[in-house]
T-cell receptor
């Protein structure tokens, strides 16, 4: 256990569905991240929140919408996704943006 | 462009052998980190080495850093089947107005029993 939990662990959704991924960290960290990991591609940083403010948005399509209601919780709202969005979505947290990051187990998303 | 790149992309060894993975990067760093990822799971932080350090140990792991060559290596001694995983290096980089960690593509290590 890394102190970072993610739900659900697996998600299958159609292209017209709306769903949300949830991440929670119990480490008292100030920064939280969403990453996308596709087969044979480097880990892609999607969003960074520091002290509940979004400090990074790596040209992510608007069909992905992050929300950070407090320093312990991070959501990724999904709507009208495409099959190429199927991937492992990883949440992480750290004390600051360049310290060691603690990752959740990931959500395996399949878009049909 | 990729900040950190691991080499080799894949490595297969027998249990008991040592495994060495390399990471090269392009710009100056403050620290370099190594992570492990078991198939389909989250990454686990292994070790952080700062730019003013040359070598660091943690159990069976040994990390070296050569800032003049902009490279690092991760050595796993006396490997076990449980070491089978992908290993990533990550470097701190200043991009787009903010500091962040940038991960390489990883080395997939297979340790055969």
């Amino acid at each position: 256990e890394t102190g970072v939990t993610q739900t659900p662990r697996h998600l299958v959704m159609g292209m017209t569905n709306k769903k949300s991924l949830k991440c929670e960290q119990h480490l008292g960290h100030n920064a939280m991240y969403w990453y996308k990991q596709s087969a044979k591609k480097p880990l892609e940083l999607m969003f960074v929140y520091s002290l509940e403010e979004r400090v990074e948005n790596n040209s992510v399509p608007s069909r992905f919408s992050p929300e950070c209601p407090n320093s312990s919780h991070l959501f990724l709202h999904l709507h009208t996704l495409q099959p190429e969005d199927s991937a492992l979505y990883l949440c992480a947290s750290s004390q600051d943006p360049v310290s060691e990051q603690y990752f959740g187990p990931g959500t395996r998303l399949t878009v049909t | 462009s990729q900040q950190g790149e691991e080499d080799p992309q894949a490595l297969s060894i027998q249990e008991g052998e040592n495994a060495t993975m390399n990471c090269s990067y392009k710009t100056s760093i403050n620290n370099l980190q190594w992570y492990r990822q078991n198939s389909g799971r989250g990454l686990v932080h292994l070790i952080l080495i700062r730019s003013n350090e040359r070598e660091k140990h943690s159990g069976r792991l040994r990390v070296t850093l050569d800032t003049s060559k902009k490279s690092s290596s991760l050595l796993i001694t006396a490997s076990r089947a449980a070491d089978t995983a992908s290993y990533f290096c990550a470097t701190d980089a200043f991009r787009s107005g903010s500091e962040k960690l940038v991960f390489g593509k990883g080395t997939k290590l297979t340790v055969n029993p």
